[in-house]
């Protein structure tokens, strides 16, 4: 499984655009991109996968590019309830799920 | 609501009790999860059936025991537990032997005293 790096943490406020980088240098051919969102005291909730180029849906963008080493989780216009952790996945999609310490987003009013 | 669901939401347990946690999928997966998040760590995998046969077990102590009589169940038996066995204990499916996108119930807070 590629070895991710991802910020700890990282603080924001309502209204702004949100993006959580994610470093995976070592990601392989065959290797998928994830993002699940936690809240707490609660399961992981998948979010979104990309594989290249960019990947929206109603909840988030997934900015991925040409080299693929790196993505960009992108929450547009957060709000308080988007506090939680975030956690970026780089694997086949046949593996198991394996999570890191993922980021800690906190959203101030 | 995710299409799975555990039972209980919460659990107190001496270390000489025997109990088991429950769960439950209706998403027509047939592989399923037991993770565990202790205070400020990452989830762990525990175990990992596919096809109702474990085909992972990572290193888990044999006080805790999985079991999985169908592919819409899934079962983790407790006995002789430790205080440091208190966590939130997370069950997860998906469609295939470990595939990237998984389905997590709202887990077991069990505290071991």
């Known amino acids: 499984l590629a070895k991710t790096t991802q910020p700890i943490s990282m603080d924001s406020y309502e209204g702004q655009e949100v993006n959580i980088t994610c470093s995976h240098n070592?990601?392989?051919?065959?290797?998928?991109i994830t993002w699940y969102q936690q809240f707490p005291s609660q399961g992981p909730r998948f979010i979104i996968q990309?594989?290249?180029t960019k990947v929206t849906n109603e909840v988030a963008s997934l900015f991925i590019p040409a080299d693929r080493k790196s993505s960009t989780l992108s929450l547009p216009r957060v709000s308080l309830s988007d506090t939680a952790v975030y956690y970026c996945?780089?694997?086949?999609?046949?593996?198991?799920?394996?999570f890191g310490s993922g980021t800690r987003l906190s959203i101030r009013p | 609501e995710t299409g799975v669901t555990q039972t209980p939401r919460h659990l107190v347990m001496g270390m000489t009790n025997k109990k088991s946690l429950k769960c439950e999928q209706h998403?027509?997966?047939?592989?399923m999860y037991w993770y565990k998040q202790s205070a400020k760590k990452p989830l762990e995998l525990m175990f990992v059936?596919?096809?109702?046969?474990?085909?992972e077990n990572n290193s888990v102590p044999s006080r805790f025991s999985p079991e999985c009589p169908n592919s819409s169940h899934l079962f983790l038996h407790l006995h002789t537990l430790q205080p440091e066995d208190s966590a939130l204990y997370l069950c997860?499916?998906?469609?295939?032997?470990?595939?990237?996108?998984?389905?997590f119930g709202q887990g077991t807070r069990l505290t071991v005293v």
């Open positions: 997860a499916s998906s469609h295939g032997g470990g595939v990237t996108e998984a389905f």
């Open positions: 070592n990601i392989a051919t065959n290797d998928y």
């Open positions: 990309g594989y290249k």
């Open positions: 996945l780089v694997a086949p999609q046949a593996s198991k799920i394996i």
């Open positions: 998403l027509g997966h047939n592989a």
């Open positions: 059936y596919s096809l109702e046969e474990r085909v």
